[in-house]
């Protein structure tokens, strides 16, 4: 079965760090491109970070720019977002999804690990 | 990179027909053929429903169709069901490059 597993959410307060995980099973995790996707409570998608294939090229949307960094170990089948500097609008589901190609469609989607900021 | 643009809600009944709209500009939906459109069921992870434009992932009902004209695409839903009622987003690749997705649109099966 084609599966995303999340981890790694919870509370932190402003100005604190998480680690968010990605593990993939199913299918062969090394031959796609990555993505991390969230949606604040109550509000639309909106598109994170993308990740190639090897892990050289990575994207970035402004609003993480600088504080975010997206990851993957291929030998260990898992996607990561190391999330720093976190704002109370960090706040929302994060998902981790399988990129059909470079930032063309999400195909796979996980279940959604809750990261909350706040004091 | 500004949100695209969709409708709030659309709503239709039972057999109908309904089209979502999805603008953007020239530095996405008008530049590249890489319009996707994701359905959302409350509590749930989305679902690709149509990527790079019209095409339909296995599995997808033949219903869903979409389409694009300059910058604006559409998603149309034909026959409409009870469980089609749920949230629909449209994405797009941009320029920068990056990925951006609309507001999403509310649709409710009257």
């Known amino acids: 079965e084609v599966q995303l597993l999340e981890s790694g959410g919870g509370l932190v307060q402003p100005g604190g760090s998480l680690r968010l995980s990605c593990a993939a099973s199913g299918f062969t995790f090394t031959t796609y491109a990555m993505s991390w996707v969230r949606q604040a409570p109550g509000r639309g998608l909106e598109w994170v970070s993308g990740?190639?294939?090897?892990?050289?090229?990575?994207y970035y949307a402004d609003s993480v720019k600088g504080r975010f960094t997206i990851s993957r170990d291929n030998s260990k089948n898992t996607l990561y977002l190391q999330m720093n500097s976190l704002r109370a609008e960090d706040t929302a589901v994060y998902y981790c999804?399988?990129?059909?190609?470079?930032?063309?469609?999400?195909?796979?989607w996980g279940q959604g690990t809750m990261v909350t900021v706040s004091s | 990179q500004s949100a695209l643009t969709q409708p709030a809600s659309v709503s239709g009944s039972p057999g109908q027909s309904i089209t979502i709209s999805c603008t953007g500009t020239?530095?996405?939906?008008?530049?590249?053929?890489?319009v996707s459109w994701y359905q959302q069921h409350p509590g749930k992870a989305p679902k690709l429903m149509i990527y790079?434009?019209?095409n339909r992932p296995s599995g997808v009902s033949n219903r869903f169709s979409g389409s694009k004209s300059g910058n604006t695409a559409s998603l149309t839903i034909s026959g409409l069901q009870a469980e089609d009622e749920a949230d629909y987003y449209c994405s797009s690749y941009t320029s920068s490059p990056t990925l951006v997705f609309g507001g999403g649109t509310k649709l409710t099966v009257l």
């Open positions: 790079d434009v019209s």
């Open positions: 020239s530095s996405d939906i008008g530049g590249y053929n890489y």
């Open positions: 990740i190639s294939v090897s892990g050289v090229t990575t």
């Open positions: 999804a399988k990129d059909l190609s470079k930032l063309k469609a999400f195909d796979i």
